[in-house]
């Protein structure tokens, strides 16, 4: 058996029922492949009992990104395939770098997922067709406006991380008021419709780290 064709691993970590269910269902597709679903805290345990696992990441945004750096402390980064409403902000060197493997849509088919667990078990990278259309345009449009500040920085980073502007405020010892002050000239310089959009639109061209 050649080793493409040897069955493997796959664990999904999800925290909502309905998509760990509609994901886990694709890959029983499978031959001969064990499938895992687990919670963000319990996938450490897993990898470490079946170090060749794929890991199959179907959560937030946020929390997506707060899985895949606290794979930097594990011993061996696993191959991982994210799932996400914006696959393109994953994208990224930063995160190939943590193990992701694949970028899908959140609404994948079954064929889809299948097929990419299948081709990064034979190690190869994927990355979904729609992923690359969209980016294009508006990357062109965000790369013509003024250059984000030192601070403007900082805020996104720690918007990429799930803070709201108490938080924000907070961390870096300044008003709630200019903290929304910063926020419209991210989104104003960036593009962007909405906070999320505009972590999405960052990630997507490297203006924050993960």
């Known amino acids: ?39 963000p805290r319990q996938v450490r345990g897993l990898f470490d009992e079946r170090p060749e696992a ?7 945004d946020a929390q997506a990104r707060r899985t895949l750096r606290a794979m930097r402390a594990w011993p061996r980064a696993p191959a991982v395939i994210v799932l996400s409403d914006d696959p393109g902000a994953f994208w990224t060197p930063a995160y190939r770098t943590l193990g992701l493997r694949a970028a899908l849509p959140l609404r994948a ?28 345009a508006r ?14 920085r900082e805020i996104l980073e720690l918007m990429a991380d799930g803070a709201n502007n108490r ?17 419209a000239s991210i989104l104003a310089k960036l593009g962007a419709r909405s906070r999320t959009e505009a972590v999405a639109l960052a990630l997507r061209r490297g203006l924050v780290a993960v």
């Open 139 to 152: 990357d062109t449009t965000a790369a013509a406006r003024a250059p984000l500040t030192s601070r403007e």
């Open 109 to 136: 088919t079954a064929t889809e997922l299948a097929a990419a667990v299948g081709a990064v078990h034979a190690g190869l990278l994927v990355l979904h067709a729609e992923v690359l259309a969209p980016a294009k």
């Open 54 to 60: 794929i890991v199959v990441v179907v959560l937030p």
């Open 167 to 183: 938080i924000v405020a907070s961390a870096l010892g300044i008003s709630r008021h200019t903290v929304k002050f910063h926020v």
């Open 1 to 39: 058996m050649s080793r493409e064709a040897r069955p493997g691993t796959a664990i999904v970590v999800a925290h909502d029922s309905m998509d760990a269910a509609r994901v886990e269902a694709a890959l029983r597709g499978l031959a001969g492949w064990q499938i895992d679903v687990c919670t």
